[in-house]
């Protein structure tokens, strides 16, 4: 902490949101002596290792697998991984990554299919100490341990690595799906300055099975988008066409990964501010002197534009929200020239005022742009008294709108809730299900700062990102939600930490917008996911009934009943599905 | 202090606001013994006093004429003042004024042009410790003497009075204009529940000359008006028909002072909030997401059309303001759908292009509302680099506007001002003030904080309010402005101090509206100025040498050398000067 502190300070201070080119902070954490890296049979070393593994970046890597070959395998259209390790004994200047194309022969999968990175370094903490979980304020960053962990794939080209450092190398392959099957080729070279040239072979056997393109995926993903967070983190105007830019490709790496939903806020916000940059409405609400309402959606419809036309997701259009934590329901007000807020609770005249003039208006306005069947109503979790008065407000005044929730399960009022994401760990009795399927009802379930595992805090173990997808397709949800993935802290660059709640719950897309091994294995989870899904309709048409039963079985090790077993091994259930899906 | 504050919590907690009965504070000033009191010959007594005295609370009244008879003079159409006092050696219940018709044979001056008022106390503080006048900040109180001041005028029609007080009692007669001329009869009566009624003969002699209506007075009167201090205290909605109900009446007390000059703000915090309740814009500026600018006039419209159509005040509307003392300049954005600022000095680009667009604009719409001849871009003192710049961007983008000042005197820009308020003690050379009539130009003074005297604070001798009026006569200029009339400070019929300033700068009218022993006596001042410029024409139309000379005899105890005799004695100039006018 003292050494990040002094990053921060004084005449060291830190470039403010680096995009390019940036320092790590550094940890107290052990670290391996010279005399253990004096043992090194050369200066600099170069070994294929694992994406299950999080390397140190001050100790020698162990566990790596010795040989200096891979294999990956893949459908065509899929996306796979790998991970290497570089560790030296001297300082490296400039290290830089390349590969070719791949080669069959005269087939080739191009070079512009290969993504190489560097991981870096962030500043992680922990679980809470009772190891139950992330939940909770964390201003006193004293109170929870602090180290470097290796979780974000940078895209600067180049690199110096200090001596007596491991730099881990992560390598994608997104095969294009008019690749021919078979055995492709390549290597991976890494050099540096007055450094010779490293490789190390790979091979992509690629099947004969075809993964259809993300936007075509079935799961349903919802990770939650925060445009606020872009437009802070880049300093650029709200809503500007500079924000968009900014946007574009950290939406575009969301949509690759089959997300279809849009988030929107229509108040300000509406989760009481949670966020580093909190939500603030998408919809303007001038109350004129003469008391009538005038409604703005120039922002709303440009983000919504956007995100369906030149991100492409056609998916849900998620408006957060009518019963936020606070309710207070913000509007300019002529009269005095400043933003008012409305304090109602669900339930009062003026909360079923607000909210049903603008409803109504909504409606009109959606109805007009041709989004009226897309567009929900969300909400939290809240009393539920007040969420059958929200439902309430919204059959009078908008039957139109689909209503949405993210929170405990309830009876009461589920077959409102076109879509319904429940916690982690609670269950839709089985003939809720097929009642919500029968009525075209999208189920799924999320996860947050609850989880010990699965999780996607930074020093979450990579194969927990797969394996909470899997645990959606083993218990039958349509999907899985995710509150946050671009709600970036201050410097999310460098320290993933968060004034609450476990570092990196609140995003796996770094600014770059640059991915993360979380997010990574979070795609190798929804793609293997999606192959399920066409193997088991195969197998099912083909009455393959033992693929089918040994499907279930896999499956099994991601029910909720072997969480603790998954806690303890994540990777070996993950990559023995992994590995049998490209079997079959 | 500490009663004031037991009063203000625990179980004693005094009504918020009040516009009805309530209780003054206390002090702990002190106070004439039983013994003193038991000297009474009577256990109640009531005497023509003077209108010049604040009468203490707490102490037998001294100085009193001792006879029970009060003859008054007045020009047909004018309002004269005089002051009863009484005081009590025991407890009054139900205390209550009336006054019949005068009567002078059949001739009347009805019931109705009579006002009775109850003295009240308010709290009020002193000078600065070295006499030199009230400015600075005052937030902790127990720095300054407190003490109770007679001021206030009250409209509630009974009141209690306690043992051992004094109770001072107001009286006013507005002369019909159509009077004839002639001695009127009438008397005060007192009485209370179990008292036998007292009563106090008066008269009034009407003289044959006319004072004209206020609204046809030529002497310039600017008193800011605060229409955001009313909303707060009444507890109505900003510009809503309660508001403007509760403004009405206060706004026509003004109006019958000869104030023509409407306050209007068009921005927010044009003087960075230096009030209880700080002015915001009465225009609307929205910035649309394409960066173009929208004007909403709803307000400033409603509020100029009241105070011209309802209330009468046909003269300037001063607009406050370009050059604000905090440069930060707000709209609301759609962006970001909150209200933002532009953060600007005079000479950036910035500047002129926020203020530059919108003068275009406003032109225009003063153009379609035909007041376009009446209205004023109004500054305060500020550097002169940035007064030449607002002035330049206003010559640039609405040359139409008047330019009005109230600040020292410059020479470099005068001729610019249509309107110039200059601070007491400076004085426009004798060719400019000439100048300045020729062009049609305005030039007052005005008084604030700064002056020991001649001053309005609720402590100032009643005199000194009609000593700032004859002293622009007296000095030439075409009338007088102060910054406040209707500021109230937290509480202001109890508590005439404010966290800054001495007591009493920020108001002489009080709500309900309520006069004050000071805006009576400033009248009595304007109405002399009137009386004095009516003279003055006629003695010149005659060649009454002999009496101009006369004239400029008393007006010169009022001119700016008078002031250390001024201050120590301003009755006696003010009276013989009143008697004068009354004679010719």
């Given at each position: 902490m003292i050494v990040s502190l002094a990053l921060m300070t004084g005449t060291g201070v830190a470039q403010q949101n680096p995009l390019g080119a940036f320092e790590e902070l550094t940890d107290t954490k052990p670290r391996d002596g010279k005399e253990v890296w004096d043992k090194m049979p050369a200066p600099v070393q170069l070994e294929w290792g694992s994406t299950d593994v999080r390397y140190k970046k001050w100790n020698v890597p162990s566990g790596l697998s010795g040989t200096h070959s891979l294999r990956l395998t893949a459908w065509k259209g899929e996306r796979v991984n790998a991970q290497a390790v570089l560790w030296?004994?001297?300082?490296?200047?400039?290290?830089?990554?390349?590969?070719?194309?791949?080669?069959?022969?005269?087939?080739?999968?191009?070079?512009?299919?290969?993504r190489t990175h560097f991981v870096r370094y962030v500043m992680t903490d922990e679980l809470n100490k009772d190891g139950q979980g992330g939940c909770g304020h964390r201003e006193d960053k004293t109170q929870w341990d602090s180290s470097l962990v290796a979780d974000m794939l940078d895209i600067n080209k180049t690199l110096d690595v200090k001596a007596l450092c491991a730099q881990p190398i992560w390598l994608n392959v997104w095969v294009p799906?008019?690749?021919q099957a078979g055995v492709y080729r390549a290597k991976l070279t890494v050099s540096a300055d007055?450094?010779?040239a490293l490789t190390l072979p790979f091979e992509v056997k690629v099947t004969n099975r075809l993964l259809p393109a993300p936007q075509a995926w079935?799961?349903?993903?919802?990770?939650?988008?925060?445009?606020?967070?872009?437009?802070?983190?880049?300093?650029?105007p709200l809503w500007s066409e500079a924000h968009f830019d900014a946007m574009r490709p950290v939406m575009k790496m969301l949509a690759d990964a089959g997300q279809k939903a849009i988030t929107a806020s229509i108040m300000h916000k509406p989760w009481n501010g949670q966020t580093q940059d909190h939500f603030d409405s998408m919809i303007t609400r001038i109350k004129r002197l003469d008391g009538t309402w005038e409604f703005g959606y120039v922002v709303f419809d440009k983000w919504v534009e956007f995100m369906t036309e030149e991100v492409g997701m056609h998916g849900l259009i998620n408006c957060y929200t009518m019963i936020p934590w606070a309710l207070a329901f913000d509007y300019y007000d002529e009269a005095t020239n400043r933003v008012q807020f409305v304090y109602a609770k669900p339930g009062d005249d003026a909360y079923a005022e607000y909210w049903g003039v603008f409803l109504k208006d909504f409606v009109r306005h959606l109805r007009e742009k041709g989004w009226l069947e897309r567009t929900t109503i969300s909400m939290d979790e809240r009393p539920m008294e007040a969420m059958r008065e929200a439902i309430r407000v919204v059959r009078a005044s908008a039957p139109e709108l689909k209503i949405t929730l993210a929170g405990n399960y309830h009876s009461e009022i589920e077959s409102d809730l076109y879509y319904y994401s429940i916690a982690f760990g609670q269950k839709f009795p089985a003939e809720v299900k097929k009642a919500r399927e029968a009525r075209g009802q999208v189920s799924t379930y999320y996860t947050c700062?609850?989880?010990?595992?699965?999780?996607?805090?930074?020093?979450?173990?990579?194969?927990?990102?797969?394996w909470t997808i899997l645990h959606a397709?083993?218990?039958?949800?349509?999907?899985?939600?995710?509150?946050?993935?671009?709600?970036?802290?201050v410097d999310p660059l460098r320290d993933s930490r968060f004034r609450t709640w476990a570092a990196g719950d609140t995003y796996s897309i770094y600014p770059g917008p640059r991915s993360s091994i979380r997010f990574e294995r979070l795609i190798e989870g929804l793609q293997d996911a999606e192959k399920i899904r066409i193997l088991r309709e195969e197998f099912a048409a083909k009455g393959a009934k033992g693929k089918l039963r040994r499907m279930d079985e896999f499956l099994s090790h991601f029910k909720l009943e072997a969480v603790p077993e998954g806690r303890k091994n994540p990777e070996e259930p993950v990559s023995e599905l992994h590995e049998a899906l490209n079997r079959w």
């Open positions: 030296t004994r001297k300082d490296l200047k400039n290290l830089r990554l390349s590969v070719g194309e791949l080669k069959k022969g005269k087939d080739v999968i191009p070079a512009s299919a290969v799906a008019e690749t007055g450094m010779e079935k799961f349903d993903l919802d990770l939650w988008q925060n445009p606020y967070a872009v437009a802070r983190y880049y300093q650029v700062c609850s989880e010990a595992f699965p999780n996607t805090f930074t020093f979450s173990r990579p194969a927990e990102a797969a397709v083993a218990e039958g949800y349509d999907g899985y939600l995710r509150w946050a993935v671009n709600s970036w802290p």
